[in-house]
C-alpha cells in the first residue's frame, strides 16, 4: 500500500496510507468482526427454515458479513482498504469462535477482493451510491462464487440453476445490506465530525449520484 507515482520522485496525494488510516481500518475491521460474529448467530437461526422452503434463498442474508469492505473504503479512500477491513475482520471472527472455521479468511478475502475491484474501476474517484451498491454487488458476487465453486464452498452440490440463483441473491443482499447501509453509515458518521481527518469527512454534502 505504497504512493502511486505518477513522475519519478512524485506521489500523489491521498493514496499514501497513514498512521490514522491503519488505525481506523483496524477498528472498523474488529466493528466488523463484531458484526460477523453476530450474523453468525443470527443465520444459525434463519438458515433452518429459510433452507427448508428452498436452500438457496439463504444468499438473501450474506450481505451482512460484507459490510466492512465496503464501509472501509467508503470511509479511508485508499487503495487496499476493501481487502483489509474485510480480511480483518473474518480474522476477528475467526478469534471469536466462528462456526464457519478457517474458511472465513477465504471468504473475508475474495468478498473484500470483489468490493476492490469495483473501487479500482472507478480509480479510486467514485465513493457516491452507485458505486457503493456495485461494490456491494462485487462482495457478493464473490462470495457466491467462492460458496459454490471452491472446494471449501458450502454449495459444491447444488445443482447448476440452483448456484446461479444463490449467487443472485448473494449478489443483491450485498448490494443492499453491505453497500446501501455502508453508504448511509458513512453519511452519517460525516454529519458528527469524526471523519474529519479524512476526504470522506465531505461524505454527507456530497452527490448521491454523481
Known sequence: ?????????????????????????????????????????????????????????????????????????????????????????????????????????????????????????????KFNLPASLLAGAGAGLFCGLNDSFLPWGWNIAYEAVDKLAYIAFCTVSGAVIAGALAWIATRGLAKTGVLSAFASRKAASEPVFS
Not at 471469536?96 to 472455521?101: A, E, K, P, V, W
Open 1 to 125: 500500500m505504497t504512493g502511486i507515482s505518477a513522475k519519478p520522485g512524485i506521489t500523489k496525494p491521498g493514496y499514501n496510507w497513514r498512521v490514522v488510516d491503519i488505525v481506523v481500518a483496524a477498528l472498523i475491521s474488529i466493528a466488523g468482526g463484531v458484526i460477523f460474529w453476530a450474523w453468525d448467530q443470527m443465520a444459525a437461526l434463519v438458515s433452518t427454515p429459510m433452507t427448508a422452503a428452498y436452500p438457496p434463498v439463504t444468499g438473501i442474508i450474506a450481505g451482512g458479513w460484507m459490510i466492512p469492505a465496503v464501509l472501509g473504503m467508503l470511509i479511508i479512500r485508499k487503495p487496499g482498504a476493501a481487502i483489509f477491513c474485510e480480511t480483518v475482520a473474518a480474522t476477528s471472527e475467526l478469534i471469536m469462535g466462528s462456526q464457519y472455521g478457517t474458511t472465513v479468511l477465504m471468504s473475508g478475502l475474495l468478498q473484500g477482493l470483489g468490493a476492490e475491484l469495483i473501487f479500482l474501476a472507478f480509480m479510486y474517484k
